[in-house]
């Protein structure tokens, strides 16, 4: 358990110095020969910066060989140097990353590199290789490759007309162009030390990871796991990325992520085989026609990554009693996640402590959101967020708290640092500033914002969030668009734009939501636990279900809103409505859109329908709705704690606005400010009418607000 303290009533001491479990802990690069002397050392600096522990965190410059006795003895003096401060030790499973490929110890044999398929308009010579520098699981070509099959294809005004596969003496009829489909293994890459990225669609190259990874850190700190060391993080897996024809008439290659055994795994899943439809992932077979085949595809393909990669380490890690963490590769937009993992969602079911990236202070709400929603369901302590890499040497305090406070709302609870720096020596010099560690002139300093982060988390893993909507995840519609670029971009940035328009319209509106991903339903609720009040999506419950720009939705989801439905559940649909059950026309879906709610695709429409599921809402001086302002609620029993925070950067940070808000809550509480800049609280003085409360505060540009909500008896006059 991360938070033990948070079984018993809430304690103003913890507040005011709060424990290791709430603080920081940041990558901690070994990016040079480390010895026992250095890590004690930068231990200290940790401790001295209000640091609550660190990442052992493999960066290039390490001169102590990999996962060697060398190596394992120091990891394990790190350990006892943390412990004796009273900090705590999170562990990373690769020499820099994607994780899977043990620094290059899992792939050096050749049945475990990342395979493909080469989708070609030429036949391939043995000679013909590729090469690429990459930290990515990017296709690196090689000769090492086999032919799948052939297939004439036909097309005719940019759309699929017509294609077959070709037996071993067929030739292409007149007007029909030749493809081959081959399977090809990975090439070198010198990035994971001159061996491949892992095959993360092979649960036995996984397990090898496991071995030559997690059982060495096992033999040497198992004892300690679930206790001073809580997780190991994992860090961007990722499949091979797909890539997509620009236009219908192109003679390029394709690739796609592919193994050894997909057709028959694929066949087992669906009733029949793959390569016999190939080409429809690459072509449209016309106007306001989808692709059931390519529905398939991504399903299946995601399926197979987070059986194998996310699933195996985390029945792993649950097994051995502490945490799998870490961040998936690409998680903010519907085109990153298809491309790279398929849904980022799905994987989050292996996470007993999901994670983000969030580098160069992007404002990636979706990312969070996603995140946020699997944690809740899950019943997770919190989120994990890679934060402040990539900001340069420049940003200011104010940028760290800015960015800690709007990714607090959202769920964030452990602020992992990029990065803390053992050597500026050679290559680590240029390694992604700032440097968050002694190198930087204010890390004395550093735990002023350490503590004030520190308070925040006293009160935020606390209880259960209050959420009353929840959102059909849409990126199994975006699925069916996957196709060449002259016939789908279009259609993918405006699905790109609305996916976009939902999450901002809800957050900046006061309406917090949960996305709700499709894949994972069937094993979060049952139909029998629907009634008419509320939608159980594991440990959470909605009282509204919005489905966004969805095109086709899952059988199990269909099953289970028309469960809700008819029971009096509050189902509403807004933007493109679904007309495809599993990627398949289907008039049941369409009947059923037609009985529910339909909300216009607008801002003040959508929030007005779902105005009778607000807990909160915060006005500006002029009496409109604040623009920059997020917020999280948590039920602690009998109490409310409520943090809302400013998300986007001002202009000009050196001039402060002010802010004159009205903060409108529903339900009458005692209200007590907690400040975690100093530790200190103060009880408020708010208004009350019709049920409400209602608070008057001055704000500036970087505050945020901590409120703790007593709804036990007070002497206010309430009108």
Not at 227 to 244: G, N, V
Not at 400 to 426: E, I
Request: glycine share 8%; aromatic share 12%.
């Amino acid at each position: 358990m991360l938070y033990p303290k948070n079984e018993f009533p809430f304690q103003e001491a913890q507040f005011q110095n709060p424990d290791s479990e709430y603080r920081g802990t940041p990558f901690w690069a070994w990016n040079c020969y480390m010895t026992k002397e250095k890590i004690s050392m930068t231990i200290d600096t940790l401790k001295a910066m209000g640091m609550g522990g660190g990442h052992i965190h493999c960066r290039t410059g390490l001169d102590n060989p990999y996962m060697g006795e060398e190596f394992l003895g120091l990891v394990e003096d790190a350990h006892k140097k943390f412990k004796k401060e009273k900090m705590l030790t999170w562990l990373y499973d690769e020499d820099r990353w994607p994780s899977g490929s043990g620094g290059g110890m899992v792939t050096k044999n050749e049945k475990y590199r990342i395979r493909f398929l080469v989708f070609s308009p030429c036949r391939l010579e043995k000679n013909q290789t590729g090469s690429k520098v990459t930290s990515t699981g990017q296709a690196v070509r090689s000769d090492k490759r086999r032919l799948l099959s052939r297939y004439e294809v036909l097309i005719r005004d940019g759309w699929l007309i017509d294609y077959h596969i070709l037996s071993d003496a067929e030739v292409p009829r007149s007007g029909y162009d030749e493809w081959f489909a081959y399977l090809e293994i990975s090439g070198e890459n010198p990035w994971f030390n001159n061996q491949a990225y892992v095959n993360t669609l092979d649960k036995k190259a996984i397990q090898c990871f496991i071995e030559v990874t997690h059982e060495k850190y096992k033999e040497k700190l198992g004892a300690e796991f679930g206790k001073s060391i809580p997780a190991i993080f994992t860090d961007e897996p990722q499949f091979c990325h797909k890539t997509r024809l620009c236009y219908a008439e192109d003679k390029t290659e394709v690739i796609i992520p592919y193994t050894d055994d997909f057709d028959e795994t694929f066949t087992g899943a669906y009733g029949h085989d793959f390569l016999s439809y190939l080409p429809e992932l690459f072509w449209e077979k016309g106007e306001n026609c989808v692709s059931e085949i390519r529905y398939q595809y991504h399903d299946h393909v995601c399926e197979r990554f987070v059986s194998a990669f996310a699933d195996t380490l985390g029945n792993w890690c649950r097994q051995n009693g502490f945490m799998l963490t870490g961040h998936m590769m690409d998680e903010p937009a519907l085109e990153s996640q298809t491309a790279a993992l398929g849904e980022a969602m799905r994987s989050y079911r292996a996470f007993q402590l999901p994670g983000i990236d969030m580098l160069c202070d992007r404002r990636e709400v979706s990312t969070a959101k996603q995140a946020q929603s699997a944690a809740r369901q899950f019943g997770c302590p919190g989120v994990l967020s890679e934060m402040y890499g990539v900001t340069n040497w420049d940003f200011d305090f104010r940028g760290h708290k800015l960015q800690g406070d709007w990714q607090a709302a959202l769920g964030v609870t452990v602020r992992v640092h990029h990065l803390t720096w053992t050597s500026m020596g050679g290559e680590a010099k240029r390694d992604y500033p700032a440097a968050i560690g002694y190198q930087s002139p204010w890390y004395r300093e550093y735990h002023y914002v350490e503590d004030y982060f520190a308070r925040i988390n006293t009160l935020l893993t606390r209880g259960k969030a209050v959420v009353k909507i929840g959102v059909i995840h849409p990126i199994e519609s975006y699925w069916l668009y996957w196709g060449c670029e002259e016939k789908t971009s279009g259609i993918r940035k405006e699905m790109e734009q609305n996916f976009e328009k939902v999450i901002e319209w809800l957050l900046y509106g006061f309406l917090d939501f949960d996305f709700i991903s499709e894949s994972l339903l069937p094993n979060q609720n049952s139909i029998e636990q629907i009634n008419g009040e509320i939608f159980p999506v594991g440990d959470m419950r909605y009282e509204a279900i919005l489905v966004p720009n969805c095109e086709t939705l899952r059988t199990t989801t269909f099953k289970r809103l028309k469960a809700f439905y008819k029971k009096g559940g509050s189902v509403l649909f807004t933007g493109n409505t679904p007309k495809y059950l599993d990627g398949k026309y289907s008039k049941e879906m369409e009947e059923f859109v037609k009985v529910c709610e339909y909300v216009p695709f607008t801002r003040t429409k959508l929030l007005n329908k779902l105005e009778n599921r607000r807990v909160l809402d915060v006005k500006n001086e002029n009496g409109m709705r604040a623009d920059n302002l997020i917020y999280q609620m948590r039920e602690d029993k009998e109490e409310k704690i409520l943090f809302l925070a400013h998300v986007n950067k001002m202009e000009n940070p050196d001039v402060p606005e002010r802010e004159n808000n009205t903060i409108i809550i529903q339900g009458v509480y005692k209200v007590i400010c907690y400040n975690p800049l100093d530790g200190t609280k103060t009880e408020l003085a708010p208004e009350y009418f019709d049920g409400k409360t209602i608070i008057r505060k001055e704000m500036y540009n970087h505050d945020s607000l901590l409120l703790r909500l007593d709804p036990s008896r007070h002497d206010r006059h309430v009108r």
